[in-house]
């Protein structure tokens, strides 16, 4: 009696060794199905013997296409020679068959009169599986490159990763509490009892969304980062044009102000000759009217010592001139200065103060360390920076020449 291809799809069931028939079940669960068809429930598949998957398979799929669909599914999981064991005994042919010459078919997958369709190609194409020698291979480049790419790829294909508590069984789970691909047999352990677990495809495929979210949010901070680089480079160039600007600015007012003091400085030299040149002249004018006085007094003096050595008539000549002039004599005038020579004093007294004062308040007010606080305050709240070597010079009530008040010590 003649086997069914229910009969030939069990008895391949049978022949996967149990890790393999997991793998089968789990590759089964995760293989892209047409449209029309729907998805076995996964809580069928997992306690599911060979012969109630047989069963589930055909019913849900039909006897050609549970056979076609098990044929793709032993070949993805690299059982390759069940797979054409199954073929040969039931003759069902590769969906890739004519995949392999995919310009030698009409739309609908029949042939043009055994042609290629191309106009420059007559390569032969016999239906179901090629049995046509190498050198009647298809002439066309472009089914010959088709051909030897499907040829290539199913030769080699890509080993998963095995596990290492397991040797030789692969890790086709995730386990999402110890985040970690496991095997069949992890799975089955106490250490996994109760874990979430689920096909390292499917967690592989969020994780992958997960990864590209991070990446754009990565993305948008190496952005948001240059960004704020470039904006901190512009406003750091723009601070230190500002620095250069404020730099030859007091620069410039230095030295106009150093201009400005040496004129001064001039100015009041000159002033000051002027005032001693004006003072020693008052000097010599005093001075040649007290030696005039002297002189008229040793001139008296003279006189009468001679008339003490006179006799009485030559004493009594003139004697009356003689005493009245001596009467008359008085003491020198003592010195004054004139008015204009005190009020220059005075004015001479009022510019140093000034400048003495005005010398305190720039030095003061100059750019201090950035440690250095305020120690001194006028009455009118206004901090004035004083430097170390100055603040024993103040004293409590001094005048702040900014605005006039007194100077007061900060608490």
């Known amino acids: 009696m003649d086997k069914t291809l229910s009969d030939h799809l069990l008895n391949t069931l049978e022949e996967l060794v149990p890790y393999d028939f997991e793998k089968f079940k789990f590759k ?110 298809p002439s066309c480049q472009q089914c010959q490159a088709s051909l030897n790419k499907n040829s290539s790829g199913g ?51 969020e994780y992958r969304e997960k990864i590209q979210k991070q990446l754009e949010h990565l993305k948008e901070l190496r952005k948001s980062g240059e960004e704020q680089r470039s904006q901190g480079d512009k406003k ?73 050595s006179q006799s009485e008539w030559e004493i009594m000549q003139d004697i009356g001139v003689t005493l009245h002039r001596a009467k008359m004599m008085t003491v020198p005038e003592p010195w004054a200065a004139p008015p204009e020579v005190k009020e220059k004093i005075q004015l001479l007294y009022q510019k140093a103060e000034f400048m003495e004062r005005s010398t305190r308040y720039f030095i003061g007010s100059q750019i201090s360390p950035p440690d250095q606080s305020p120690r001194w305050v006028c009455v009118s709240g206004r901090p004035r920076v004083i430097p170390k070597n100055r603040i024993q010079s103040l004293e409590q009530g001094d005048i702040c020449l900014s605005c006039g008040n007194s100077v007061i010590q900060a608490p």
């Open 28 to 137: 089964l669960q995760n293989t892209n199905l047409e449209k029309e068809h729907s998805r076995i429930p996964r809580g069928h598949l997992q306690m599911a013997r060979p012969v109630k998957l047989a069963n589930l398979l055909i019913i849900h799929y039909g006897e050609k296409h549970a056979v076609q669909l098990t044929l793709k599914v032993l070949r993805a999981i690299n059982q390759r020679l069940l797979a054409e064991e199954l073929h040969k005994a039931t003759g069902q042919g590769r969906p890739q068959d004519k995949a392999a010459f995919p310009l030698c078919h009409t739309p609908k997958g029949d042939l043009l009169a055994g042609t290629c369709v191309l106009d420059s190609c007559s390569c032969p194409v016999a239906s179901g599986e090629p049995k046509t020698p190498r050198s009647h291979l």
């Open 155 to 205: 030769l080699s294909p890509e080993p998963l990763p095995q596990c290492q508590r397991h040797m030789k069984q692969v890790q086709l789970l995730f386990c999402e509490d110890h985040r970690e691909p496991i095997c069949l047999i992890c799975r089955l352990s106490q250490e996994h009892q109760g874990h979430r677990v689920r096909p390292i495809e499917e967690a592989a495929l």
């Open 236 to 308: 750091t160039e723009s601070l230190l044009k500002q620095t250069e600007t404020q730099k030859q600015r007091i620069r410039c007012q230095m030295k106009q102000l150093c201009q400005f003091l040496e004129q001064q400085e001039q100015l009041f030299v000159t002033w000051t000759e002027e005032l001693g040149q004006t003072i020693g002249q008052v000097r010599e004018t005093f001075g040649t009217r007290v030696s005039q006085h002297i002189s008229r007094l040793d001139e008296l003096i003279g006189e009468l010592e001679a008339k003490q």
